[in-house]
């Protein structure tokens, strides 16, 4: 059974830094893409950041381009987003997905996470 377990939300207030880890089990780690997305209440799931199976190539979506850093340690079965200037537009809860390409859609990643949440204070 594939799980996906984030961990490292909480409330920061702006300008802050956070780093959210995401520990998966149940499935060949290094074989996968990962992602990261996050959901405002009201909102729709987006797009944070994505990252290759070997960590060479990642992808970030605009909003969070020179905030945001993916990274991975296959060792550790592991993916991590650091994330510095956070702002309020920032808060949501964050989600980490695994999939067998990389890309920046969401029905591209059939593994989830159930969410972190992130708040950030003004």
């Known amino acids: 059974q594939v799980q996906l377990v984030e961990s490292g939300g909480g409330l920061v207030q702006a300008g802050g830094s956070l780093r959210l880890s995401c520990a998966a089990s149940?499935?060949?780690?290094?074989?996968?893409?990962m992602g990261w997305f996050r959901q405002a209440p009201g909102k729709e799931r987006e797009f944070v950041a994505s990252?290759?199976?070997?960590?060479?190539?990642?992808y970030y979506a605009d909003f969070v381009k020179g905030r945001f850093t993916i990274s991975r340690d296959n060792a550790k079965n592991s993916v991590y987003l650091q994330m510095n200037s956070l702002q309020p537009e920032d808060s949501a809860d964050y989600y980490c997905a695994a999939s067998d390409s990389l890309g920046v859609h969401r029905y591209r990643y059939s593994y989830w996470g159930q969410g972190t949440q992130v708040t950030v204070s003004s």
């Open positions: 149940g499935l060949t780690f290094g074989s996968y893409a």
């Open positions: 990252i290759s199976w070997n960590g060479v190539t990642s």
